[in-house]
């Protein structure tokens, strides 16, 4: 399985940003997928999810970026994105998008809930 992570890069704040994560060896409709962040010294956070469509495949997200950043995925393309609008100084970090091999019961929000994750992506938001 591999993920491949884009979309990274700098902006001011308030601006607005897309990652894109295409994924192969997996058909990413079967399976959860999420993205996560982590800032300078700081460890790696949940940033949202998609539930694979068998579970209706909704999204969650942290509060911090709730109402700010869109998840979504082509099934087509077989790439999830994040929408990200309304950009914070706060919101600086490597994104990394993940895949859960697993369906799990509970939120799937923790990093150990998910099996195979792409190498980052950079984004820079300045103040």
């Known amino acids: 399985v591999q993920l491949q992570a884009s979309g990274g890069g700098s902006v001011q704040a308030g601006g607005s940003l897309r990652l894109s994560c295409e994924v192969s060896?997996?058909?990413?409709?079967?399976?959860?997928t999420a993205w996560f962040r982590q800032a300078p010294g700081k460890e790696r956070e949940f940033v949202a999810n998609?539930?694979?469509?068998?579970?209706?495949?909704?999204?969650s997200y942290a509060d911090s970026v709730k109402g700010r950043f869109i998840i979504s995925r082509d099934n087509a393309k077989n790439t999830v994105y994040l929408q990200m609008n309304s950009l914070k100084f706060e919101d600086t970090a490597v994104y990394y998008c993940?895949?859960?091999?697993?369906?799990?019961?509970?939120?799937?929000?923790?990093?150990?809930?998910?099996?195979?994750w792409g190498q980052g992506t950079l984004v820079t938001v300045s103040s």
């Open positions: 998609v539930r694979r469509a068998a579970y209706g495949g909704t999204g």
């Open positions: 060896g997996r058909t990413l409709s079967r399976y959860t």
């Open positions: 993940a895949v859960a091999e697993r369906h799990l019961a509970g939120p799937m929000t923790r990093a150990d809930d998910f099996d195979y």
